[in-house]
């Protein structure tokens, strides 16, 4: 791998790490204000979690699964900036972490576009459960890029043991 697409790579990977920090961020504060502001119009109907577990439920999983997401971007992104010392575009590590990715995004975008439902305004009606597309091609563009990716890996394996 040539030096200026070693720079490449790693100005794109400390690009997607200041994403996954603004994301944290934004979960954070959206956490945060949900949890401790009483004076939002919206809000997780905290009161009636006994009773009506469902939005409850929606906000926990949404907030568990964003960060879930950002922890295996993270990860990716330092397993790339670290492999590229060694001259390894793409670390088998990373593998396994688009798989989980996948997985996890199929979850996170069918909780994603239902998270109205977690939130409720005085008088309001709850709103109905919705699938849309983006919960079925978003995790399956993410298994097309891991065996795309597990295919670059073992093409730059082969070449390193041609040389």
């Given at each position: 791998?040539?030096?200026?697409?070693?720079?490449?790579?790693?100005?794109?990977?400390?690009?997607?790490?200041?994403?996954?920090?603004?994301?944290?961020?934004?979960?954070?504060?959206?956490?945060?204000?949900?949890?401790?502001?009483?004076?939002?119009?919206?809000?997780?109907?905290?009161?009636?979690?006994?009773?009506?577990?469902?939005?409850?439920?929606?906000?926990?999983?949404?907030?568990?699964?964003?960060?879930?997401?950002?922890?295996?971007?993270?990860?990716?992104?330092?397993?790339?900036?670290?492999?590229?010392?060694?001259?390894?575009?793409?670390?088998?590590?990373?593998?396994?972490?688009?798989?989980v990715a996948a997985a996890v995004a199929f979850f996170y975008m069918l909780i994603d576009v239902n998270i109205g439902i977690a939130f409720t305004t005085p008088?309001?009606?709850?709103?109905?459960?919705?699938?849309?597309?983006?919960?079925?091609?978003?995790?399956?563009?993410?298994?097309?890029?891991?065996?795309?990716?597990?295919?670059?890996?073992?093409?730059?394996e082969d070449n390193a043991l041609t040389i």
């Open positions: 791998m040539n030096e200026k697409s070693t720079k490449q790579l790693k100005w794109l990977c400390a690009c997607g790490l200041v994403c996954c920090i603004g994301w944290f961020v934004v979960i954070c504060l959206h956490t945060y204000f949900e949890l401790f502001d009483t004076e939002i119009t919206m809000h997780v109907p905290w009161e009636d979690a006994a009773t009506h577990p469902l939005p409850v439920m929606i906000f926990a999983a949404h907030t568990i699964l964003s960060l879930a997401l950002i922890t295996l971007a993270t990860c990716f992104f330092v397993n790339i900036l670290r492999a590229s010392r060694q001259g390894v575009i793409f670390p088998k590590s990373n593998i396994t972490l688009i798989y008088g309001g009606a709850t709103p109905s459960v919705a699938v849309t597309t983006d919960a079925l091609v978003t995790p399956l563009a993410l298994l097309v890029f891991g065996v795309m990716y597990r295919l670059g890996h073992q093409l730059a």
